[in-house]
């Protein structure tokens, strides 16, 4: 399963809080030396256009 992360690139601008839960998710899979900032979307494999989808096996 691949596994994309989608960052909100305006969130330390617009003040919101480290995404701690984020942050430990991907620290399972490999080192996380920086904070990821407010909301964060995990994705699954895209379709054959290239769209992502949704993780079935995730839910935070």
């Given at each position: 399963?691949?596994?994309?992360?989608?960052?909100?690139?305006?969130?330390?601008?617009?003040?919101?809080?480290?995404?701690?839960?984020?942050?430990?998710?991907?620290?399972?899979?490999?080192?996380?030396?920086?904070?990821y900032i407010g909301d964060v979307v995990?994705?699954?494999?895209?379709?054959?256009?290239?769209?992502?989808?949704?993780?079935?096996?995730?839910?935070?």
């Open positions: 399963m691949a596994l994309t992360l989608w960052v909100d690139g305006d969130a330390a601008a617009c003040g919101r809080q480290p995404n701690r839960a984020a942050r430990g998710l991907i620290a399972l899979n490999r080192p996380a030396t920086l904070p995990f994705t699954d494999t895209s379709d054959a256009d290239g769209n992502p989808h949704g993780s079935a096996a995730l839910r935070l």
